[in-house]
Nanobody, 124 residues
Framework: QVQLVESGGGLVQAGGSLRLSCAAS????????MGWFRQAPGKEREFVAA????????NYADSVKGRFTISRDNAKNTVYLQMNSLKPEDAAVYYC?????????????????WGQGTQVTVSS
């Protein structure tokens, strides 16, 4: 079992930045690829970014490429999402997720564990 707790959400003006954190506890963090997803009201949960177990590989949704950066610190059992140049359409509840395995994936169904989410609001 892996427990995930997100933090760092809040209200920011368009063009601003936020850094989300996701702290993991339970099983060995380094055994899990990690992902960030988001869900806006009335929309399906969508992939944002993912990072491999050792941080050597990352991938991003086209909508956030060049603006968001995912990283992890296995010594701190934490994964981060640095979000720059935020747009109103980035507003959503952001979730981190963990999947056992080496491969980065994009589907929500491929992740085993989820956090409770943190709200990001972007004002125009």
């Amino acid at each position: 079992q892996v427990q995930l707790v997100e933090s760092g959400g809040g209200l920011v003006q368009a063009g601003g930045s936020l850094r989300l954190s996701c702290a993991a506890s339970g099983r060995t963090f380094g055994n899990y690829a990690m992902g960030w997803f988001r869900q806006a009201p009335g929309k399906e949960r969508e992939f944002v970014a993912a990072i491999s177990r050792n941080g050597g590989s990352t991938n991003y949704a086209d909508s956030v490429k060049g603006r968001f950066t995912i990283s992890r610190d296995n010594a701190k059992n934490t994964v981060y999402l640095q979000m720059n140049s935020l747009k109103p359409e980035d507003a959503a509840v952001y979730y981190c997720a963990a999947r056992a395995g080496a491969v980065i994936t994009y589907g929500t169904y491929t992740y085993n564990y989820w956090g409770q989410g943190t709200q990001v609001t972007v004002s125009s």
